[in-house]
């Protein structure tokens, strides 16, 4: 090996929170002017390896050699010393300030005493414009697109004169447009002898972008080739450890008969939106982040105030102006974020299980104790929640199982139409197939469910129709009985490239 | 019979060390305050002195359970102070009127709650953030309490209102009893019945309340009655010892109550909160303001000294919950 080629190497690196090791000796080496992807499951370790990187979490053991330099990263100024740069995933601006003052932030350029605007301004520019954003850098970055803004993150690391550049799935958020140019700035950015590593979930523009891929799987490195020697269902058998099949259960329950039906719904964020759900069926929901996805959830569920249309259930009409009224309808909702909506982080296990059926064991002030226990028990052995005890508080649980509780507190309520939103984010590969598993087997016990995900193949191999959104509008629903899912038709569908005669 | 007495003899120690748990260090101070002052100082636990501490502690520790209450539902209510001044005016309009005790007490209470839900109101509904409309509140409670007694204060010659605070049971005096019944129900409240559970999910993470159905609304408004009501007691407390109502009672009260319910290990963002712990809490402060009178120190020294305890309850508590997580 050329050990002059590698403008970084990260060898034998071990971290472990709380007795959890999260990386088990992990080594990555990175060319000058090498696109590397970094692929793996949510859980895998990819961000903490990063973290490391950054000088944001210390190693337990290991080595770090940048530029054929042993080096430690203690803080995220270290690394920006050693010309590293982090792109996260959530893009880390100050709305209120201008792009100039966003680039600068917490190191600005000084002359004396004061700030020294003018330097600044040239400066940020100068990145503004090698990435052809045609906008003046004392824009507010409110008023940027989050692909923009996107773009000055990247900028920030231009202005440091960064050689090595972390992004962090920097397409989750942007239309393929958006993302086309990206990839074009940043072939740009490897020709001038930059290297970057690139996480994402996205394999298709892996293999058009990158010249090598690492898939990490449970805190270990299993697979590291270079593009042109691996393919699609390589890595993805290399993330997942097993084969897909497997994996999602696969076998697309077919629905009874109609259970739900949507017709011309609009509001503030939906146009126009008409479906139908079946009994005993899995709807998946398909789309960019942003298509309105999650608004529609959260109109079904009366959280958002519905404009025009009416919703049916079992042909009668209802009106859910409050989840309240939702639930005794028989809708559940399991949201997005599960920290920030589902969750009690701060309780028991037992107080979020049971907070939607107090009712059955509260009686005035008469509580009865065995009967919450039971609940309790019965559904924590059915998911198979791992946990120290029932009063143990959800904050200290993995993200799988922190799910599971939420899945769990509205399998207790027992509605008959769940609507599940990105049921597997964070979670770790392990978990994510028991919750498929479970999806499966509850559609088999004539739950009615809306999957929505952002993760094609969680939908096309879980779903029994396929219903695609774009910017706020219905533009495609497939049906597995009549065709085979392929990625590309629903990514079609998706950016808005097509649009079903039916749905116009 | 014998396998389900040791069941709840195990729940009893479970419940006893979840209790050390989360107010013990707290305790420990209050012991050794008590112990020292007890030694340093004859006149500390004599009953007189007693009766002065257990007089401050009550009114406080009554208004402390009205701030809990309210910071577990993830608010704040800065209006209890003026409630204070309120109450006692109206009850002693309404005893000069003719109404006899109870009633006027009563009904003294559900004005408060009434003026409860009207604050309770406007915060579900404008989404304002509770600290901006009781502080405003704040203001205009006191005003009517200015104008309904034309600024001067309003006597009552009833002997119940004397009584209220000056008779004892069994050398118990009688708002302490009282106390121990409303911490009683509060307990029921807050720990056996669904509305409890959905105030501790209301403050605790309040987006996850309302995705759980839950009508959050309902919550802050019922929440706030019941402080004005508790509110109102206080001012009850408050009046007997002077027999009178008085415009500028209770000025400032709200600033303890937020300390004895702080160091009594409810968050100040909501969603955890104790009766015990609030008692104790006010008990200490009680215990602090009085023993710093015995020893005669300052009182613009006492005010600086109880501000660094309350800094310091509030430091420890933060740390031990970021050491949690």
Known sequence: MDNKNYVLKMEHIKKSFYGVNVLKDVSLFLKTG??????????AGKSTLMKILGGIYAKDSGEITVNQKAVEI???????????????????????????????????????????????????????????MNVPVTTKVHRLSVAQQQLVE??????????????????????????????????????????????????EEIFRLCDSITVM????????????????????????????????????????????????????????????????????????????????????????????????????????????????????????????????LEKSISYN?????????????????????????????????????VHQHCSQLSGGNQQKVVISKWLAYGPKIL??????????????AEIYHLINDLAKAGYSIIMISSELPEIINMSSRIVVMHEGKITGILDSRETNFVQEEIMDYAIGGKIDEECK | ????????????????????????????????????????????????????????????????????????????????????????????VFLNKGIAFLPALLLTLVIGALVGVVTGTII??????????????????????????????????????????????????????????????????????SFGKHMYAAGGNREAAIYSGINVKKIVIVTFAISGALACLAGSFVASRVTSGQPAAGAGYEGDAVAAAVLGGTAFTGGRGTVSGVIIGALVIGTLTNGMNLLEINSYWQQICKGLIIMLAVMIDTIKQRRSN
């Open chain 1, 74 to 132: 203690k803080t995220p100024l270290a690394a920006r010393d050693l010309r590293i740069c982090m792109v996260h995933q959530e893009i880390s601006l100050v709305p209120q300030l201008s792009i100039a003052d966003n680039i600068f932030l917490g190191s600005e350029l000084k002359r004396g005493l004061f700030e020294d605007k003018k330097q600044m301004k040239e400066k940020a520019q100068e990145a503004i414009d090698l990435l052809e």
């Open chain 1, 34 to 43: 090498e696109i590397q992807a970094l692929i793996g499951e949510n859980g």
């Open chain 1, 154 to 203: 990247i900028a920030k690391s231009l202005v440091f004169d960064a050689r090595i550049i972390v992004l962090d799935e920097p397409t989750a958020a942007i239309s393929e447009k958006e993302a086309e140019s990206l990839f074009a700035y940043l072939k740009k950015l490897k020709q001038e002898g930059i290297s970057i590593i690139y996480i994402s979930h996205r394999l």
């Open chain 1, 353 to 389: 299980l049971t907070l939607l059926v107090l009712k059955e064991f509260i009686r005035g002030i008469r509580v009865n104790g065995a009967k919450r226990d039971v609940i309790v028990r019965e559904y924590s052995e059915k998911l198979a929640i791992k946990m120290a005890g």
């Open chain 2, 1 to 92: 019979m014998k396998n389900a007495n040791s069941k709840s003899q195990n729940k009893a120690v479970m419940l006893y060390k979840d209790f050390l748990k989360t107010n013990g260090g707290i305790l420990i101070a209050l012991v050794i305050m008590f112990v020292f002052l007890s030694f340093s100082n004859q006149h500390f636990f004599t009953s007189n002195n007693m009766a002065n501490l257990f007089n401050y502690f009550t009114t406080n520790c009554v208004l402390a359970m009205c701030m809990m209450c309210v910071l577990i539902t993830g608010e704040i209510d800065l209006s209890i102070s003026s409630f204070v001044a309120l109450s006692g005016i109206i009850l002693c």
């Open chain 1, 419 to 432: 609507i599940m939103d990105e049921p597997t984010r964070g979670v770790d590969v392990g978990a994510k």
């Open chain 2, 124 to 193: 579900a509904y404008s989404g304002m953030p509770s600290f901006i409309v009781t502080l405003a509140m704040q203001g205009v409670i006191r005003g009517a309490a200015y104008i309904i007694s034309s600024g001067a204060r309003v006597s009552s010659s009833d002997k119940w209102l004397f009584h209220l605070t000056s008779t004892r049971y069994g050398g118990i005096p009688l708002p302490t009893i009282i106390i121990l019944i409303i911490a009683v129900i509060l307990g029921f409240l807050l720990y056996r019945t």
């Open chain 1, 217 to 344: 799987r449970d805190g270990m490195i299993v697979s590291n080739k270079n593009i042109s020697e691996t393919n699609r269902d390589e890595v993805i058998a290399a993330m997942v450890g097993r084969s897909i099949t497997d994996f999602f259960g696969n076998n697309h329950p077919q629905g009874t008969e109609t259970i739900l039906e949507v017709k011309g719904l609009s509001n503030r964020y939906l146009k126009n939106i008409n479906f139908t759900l079946q009994q005993g069926e899995i709807l998946g929901f398909a789309g960019l982040v942003g298509a309105g996805r999650t608004e529609l959830a959260r109109a079904l569920f009366g959280l958002d105030k519905i404009d025009e249309g009416k919703i049916y259930l079992n042909e009668k009409e209802i009106k859910c102006r409050t989840p309240y009224e939702a639930m005794e309808c028989g809708i559940g909702l399991i949201p997005e974020d599960r920290k920030q909506s589902g969750l009690f």
